[in-house]
């Protein structure tokens, strides 16, 4: 009579536990902590991608907005201000052709600087840059020069009514005319006055008759 097969399962009566029930047995059951640890490490994750995400196109969003012109950055300096100190010497009207300028249309007015740098080189000013500028001007417009422009200043000063002087920092006797939103019109040819006097750092109280 064959043997019947040997149960490997049970000894003696008892259950013999095998590998797998051993590793089960053994296995540690998910920490809690290390589960909500790794929750909060997926949530952090994810608000970070948001935020640089919300960063990105904002700054693609202001880019646009500058490009277009729909948000105005101000140059450092930005608004215009009287100078640190206005000179208070008395100067001598120059030559025409003896005085440099750079017409910049901070106006908003499309084509304005090419049409005030066009009059002042009927006047015989070296126009050397036309161009626009960002910068926020309150008065009609800002003559800005260094040391070495401050006659030159004077000299164009007595054709924009209604301009100020601002002194920065260049070494040469080039200036920049910044063309604000209340410009109207340079003065009068005939009406400019030639005489010695003084640079205007604040709004004059009364101006030249502008060319009509």
Not at 148 to 166: C, D, K, M
Request: hydrophobic share 40%; charged share 20%; aromatic share 4%.
């Amino acid at each position: 009579m064959a043997r019947k097969p040997q149960d490997l399962t049970t000894y003696h009566g008892h259950h013999v536990v095998n590998g797998i029930e051993l590793r089960t047995q053994f296995e540690e059951e998910p920490d809690e902590r290390d589960l909500r640890r790794r929750r909060a490490r997926r949530i952090r994750h994810a608000l970070a991608i948001c935020l640089l995400g919300l960063l990105l196109f904002g700054g693609i969003g202001m880019a646009w907005a500058v490009l277009t012109g729909r948000v105005t950055v101000p140059q450092p300096g930005g608004k215009q201000e009287l100078a640190a100190s206005c000179p208070t010497g008395t100067f001598d009207y120059l030559p025409n052709p003896s005085v440099t300028v750079n017409v910049l249309n901070a106006a908003g007015k499309e084509g304005l600087a090419a049409q005030i740098a066009q009059q002042l080189g009927a006047r015989k000013f070296a126009v050397k840059t036309v161009g626009n500028e960002r910068t926020s001007v309150d008065a009609a417009a800002v003559i800005r020069g260094g040391l070495a422009g401050e006659a030159a200043a004077f000299t164009l000063q007595r054709n924009v009514p209604g301009s100020i002087y601002v002194q920065d920092g260049r070494s040469d006797a080039t200036v920049d005319l910044v063309l604000g939103p209340t410009f109207q019109a340079l003065t009068d040819p005939a009406l400019v006055d030639q005489t010695p006097g003084q640079i205007a750092c604040a709004l004059p109280s009364a101006t030249a008759a502008p060319a009509r």
